[in-house]
């Protein structure tokens, strides 16, 4: 079944995030900014963070939580490294009004470098990814930049705890957790593959494996899981979703008509329908799915 077309003419659309109100936040990576997609299609700027707002999700406060990797520059609408007024990689609190507050530059005086997407655990704190952005003022000494350099992160809503939770991952993207909320799945968007993490308390980790490798020439983006632990990863450059079951195996591959496919998410009135940015062509379309997406606990209350 073809996608149903939801909005077009966004600017590298990313983190698409459902409200019961059948409205949809979209950032725009380019825009440097947030939209909110009216059921009826209609877009409005909501929120003017600035850099490059790029993951993004609803808190049990019911503010939306953004990870902002701080801007790119681009070439032929595809980004290519940091903008050259890159400041800093951030997290960002927007309230309902659209105010602005950044909550995290920075974890025990290292900067912040690009951070990707986030996923909120039962406590309401979330974990995120942050990829390494290669700039100069970031504090790496020379020759440790490398593709493996990218970090997990832990912190509460407030702004007031962050911790590292894992090093040495190769570009990490998207992130989820299973439906038990006992592993942590991340996306190595270099390496091909995604990271399954052992959650041994809230924000520590244990020893990752290999949870699943994408089909050649597709690289894993940001990702979601539905309510039976299937995982839904964005294939970029390949254009389409990729399925993997509970244990990891491939079983179907959505195909897109946009090669890049950054992000999918679930939403709708039944939590069935997986809303999915085509940041090349610029759109945001809707295709439904045979299971509920998985409901995590700051969305019920959010």
Not at 106 to 115: F, Q
Not at 159 to 187: E, F, M
Request: aromatic share 8%; with cysteine; hydrophobic share 35%.
């Amino acid at each position: 079944m073809p996608p149903t077309i939801i909005a077009t003419g966004l600017q590298f659309p990313e983190g698409p995030v459902w409200n019961r109100d059948g409205s949809v936040y979209v950032t725009e990576i380019r825009g440097g900014q947030i939209r909110k997609i009216a059921p009826d299609g209609t877009t409005s700027v909501f929120a003017r963070p600035g850099g490059g707002p790029n993951g993004a999700a609803l808190g049990l406060d019911g503010a939306l939580y953004v990870t902002n990797n701080g801007g790119f520059n681009w070439h032929n609408s595809m980004p290519i490294g940091p903008a050259l007024d890159y400041e800093t990689g951030r997290i960002e609190r927007i309230d309902n009004n659209g105010t602005v507050q950044r909550l995290y530059t920075n974890c025990d005086g290292v900067p912040l470098s690009a951070p990707n997407d986030l996923v909120f655990d039962a406590a309401g704190n979330f974990y995120f990814t942050d990829p390494i952005h290669r700039n100069p003022n970031l504090r790496e000494t020379p020759g440790s930049v490398t593709k493996r350099s990218g970090k997990v992160y832990y912190a509460s809503p407030d702004g007031k705890y962050i911790r590292r939770v894992a090093t040495d991952v190769q570009h990490p993207n998207g992130i989820g957790l299973t439906p038990d909320g006992k592993t942590l799945i991340v996306a190595q968007t270099f390496a091909g593959n995604l990271l399954a993490f052992p959650i041994r308390a809230p924000g520590e980790v244990g020893e990752a494996r290999v949870f699943g490798t994408l089909p050649t020439g597709y690289f894993p983006d940001s990702l979601c899981l539905d309510e039976a632990g299937y995982v839904l990863v964005a294939g970029i450059l390949g254009g389409g979703t990729i399925v993997f079951d509970p244990n990891g195996k491939h079983v179907e591959t959505i195909a897109s008509e946009d090669r890049v496919v950054t992000n999918v998410a679930f939403g709708g009135p039944n939590y069935s329908t997986l809303y999915i940015t085509e940041s090349g062509l610029g759109r945001l379309v809707t295709n439904e799915w045979s299971r509920r997406g998985l409901v995590l606990e700051p969305d019920r209350k959010g």
